[in-house]
């Protein structure tokens, strides 16, 4: 109790050296925490949006479906098994067709994903109920990326091409009978939805499917032909990426820390110099080389306590507002297929406050202890006399 008494008497006398080392050492804390729920909130909304959007309670494929190679979707279609189809009226399972296809947009070609999905299913967010049928031309819907990178709006007419199960090519007309927007690129980019009965019947594949959606919480399904794939398949992408973000902000919190801890070991190592005849003097009048070494470790602990009052101070307001309207994202995220939304909210556990406190604490205590060792091979004598070897 006396060294911590001590220690706060000391850097209260210090005035603003110990004040600007608390505020650069507060700097870390913020950062730190800000960075840390930037990435949580991120991860947390963008598995959330492909849960909804895109894959449900995990996917069944078609044993040749690879959504990576274009060139198997020929060949990655089945009728579907009769053990799904229960499921599937219950809405519980909801069957997707995909084949790759053509369309022409104010007379340019472009290359495009056909998928079919029931009008009728309510598992995922996709505003399926707009493709009901439609005298004039098929209905389809499409996202706002693909709507604005080809400058189409509701209610256009465009003509599409693809290649049946036969090897016969064919086209037709379809009529844009719905824009939605989604933040997962991965159900918008370079795709049309269709209705899947039309879709099959427009490939003569009757029943078929390229892979299965499943409702979330439904237990994987194990039939031959056809593969269940979980989240962590389905979201191994988000994952690596959050990974890989997170190492990057460990270089930026260890840069953070480092400037902090740099500025008290200097602070530490000019008061040991500065203090060198009251040092002499108490260990004269018997205070112990370990006390007088507690004592200016403590307060570099101390100057953690001070960052942590301070990083608080004005740490919470910000990061609390941030916490409600969000940060807003970059543009061009879309161009490499990331499921993040215009903005973000970060989510600022307990777990990781703590964790940062405890963190920046440990390291402020490490640094404090290191230049105090100075202190253990002086002389009393040698201390009073201004003398320090």
Same mark, same amino acid.
Request: proline content about 5%.
């Given at each position: 109790m006396?060294a911590i008494?001590?220690?706060?008497?000391?850097l209260?006398?210090a005035?603003?050296?110990?004040?600007?080392?608390a505020?650069?050492?507060?700097?870390?804390y913020?950062v730190?925490i800000?960075h840390?729920?930037?990435?949580?909130?991120?991860?947390?909304?963008?598995?959330?949006?492909?849960?909804?959007w895109q894959?449900?309670?995990?996917?069944?494929w078609?044993?040749?479906?690879?959504?990576?190679?274009p060139f198997?979707?020929?060949?990655?279609?089945?009728p579907?098994?009769?053990?799904?189809?229960?499921q599937i009226?219950?809405g519980?399972?909801t069957?997707?067709?995909?084949?790759?296809?053509?369309f022409?947009?104010?007379?340019?070609?472009q290359?495009?994903?056909?998928?079919?999905?029931?009008?009728?299913?309510?598992i995922?967010?996709l505003?399926a109920g707009?493709?009901?049928?439609d005298?004039?031309a098929?209905?389809?819907?499409?996202?706002?990326?693909?709507?604005k990178?080809n400058r189409?709006?509701?209610?256009?007419y465009v003509?599409?091409r693809?290649r049946?199960?036969? +090897?016969?090519f064919? #086209?037709?007309?379809?009529? $844009?009978?719905? &824009?939605?927007k989604? %933040?997962v690129? *991965?159900?918008?980019?370079?795709?049309?939805?269709?209705?899947?009965?039309?879709?099959?019947n427009?490939?003569?594949?009757?029943g078929e499917?390229?892979?299965?959606?499943?409702?979330?919480?439904?237990?994987?399904?194990?039939?031959?032909?056809w593969?269940?794939?979980?989240?962590?398949?389905?979201?191994?992408?988000?994952?690596?990426?959050?990974?890989?973000?997170?190492i990057?902000?460990?270089i930026?919190?260890?840069?953070?820390?480092?400037?902090?801890?740099?500025?008290?070991f200097?602070?530490?190592?000019?008061a040991?110099?500065?203090?060198q005849?009251?040092?002499?003097?108490?260990i004269?009048?018997g205070?112990?080389?370990?006390?007088?070494?507690?004592?200016?470790?403590v307060?570099g602990?101390?100057? +953690?306590?001070?960052? #942590?009052v301070?990083?608080? $101070?004005?740490? &919470?307001?910000?990061l %609390?507002?941030? *916490?409600v309207?969000?940060m807003?994202?970059?543009?061009g995220?879309?161009?490499y297929?990331?499921?993040?939304?215009?903005?973000?909210?970060?989510?600022?556990?307990?777990?990781?406050?703590?964790?940062?406190?405890i963190?920046?604490m440990i390291t402020?205590t490490?640094?404090?202890?290191?230049?105090?060792?100075?202190i253990?091979k002086?002389?009393?004598?040698?201390?009073?006399?201004?003398?320090?070897?």
């Open positions: 006396l008494k001590l220690a706060f008497k000391n209260i006398g005035g603003l050296r110990t004040w600007l080392n505020f650069v050492l507060s700097i870390a913020v730190i800000w840390s729920g930037i990435l949580e909130g991120w991860n947390r909304q963008a598995r959330r949006d492909m849960i909804d894959i449900g309670g995990g996917e069944v078609q044993k040749n479906y690879d959504p990576y190679d198997t979707l020929t060949d990655a279609h089945a579907v098994p009769e053990k799904f189809q229960e009226k219950a519980k399972l069957p997707i067709l995909v084949t790759s296809g053509s022409y947009p104010e007379g340019r070609i290359s495009v994903l056909l998928k079919g999905i029931d009008p009728q299913q309510s995922l967010k505003p707009s493709l009901q049928k005298n004039e098929i209905p389809a819907m499409i996202g706002t990326r693909m709507a990178n189409l709006k509701e209610g256009d003509t599409i693809w049946d199960a036969l +090897g016969t064919d #086209a037709a007309e379809i009529k $844009i009978a719905r &824009i939605f989604t %933040s690129p *991965a159900v918008d980019n370079g795709q049309i939805w269709l209705p899947l009965d039309q879709l099959q427009m490939l003569q594949m009757p499917a390229t892979y299965l959606i499943l409702e979330p919480g439904q237990n994987p399904i194990k039939i031959s032909g593969q269940h794939q979980g989240y962590d398949v389905l979201l191994a992408e988000m994952d690596e990426i959050i990974r890989r973000k997170s990057g902000g460990t930026l919190y260890t840069i953070m820390l480092l400037l902090a801890m740099l500025a008290i200097d602070t530490q190592v000019f040991i110099f500065r203090r005849k009251e040092i002499g003097t108490d004269a009048l205070m112990t080389r370990g006390q007088v070494i507690g004592l200016f470790t307060e602990a101390v100057h +953690g306590i001070l960052a #942590a301070m990083a608080a $101070i004005y740490g &919470i307001p910000l %609390s507002m941030q *916490a309207h969000g807003a994202m970059p543009e995220m879309d161009d297929g990331l499921a993040g939304a215009e903005r973000i909210f970060p989510v600022y556990s307990t777990a990781l406050i703590i964790g940062t406190v963190l920046v402020t490490i640094v404090s202890y290191l230049p105090s060792l100075k253990a002086m002389k009393p004598t040698d201390a009073i006399r201004g003398k320090l070897q």
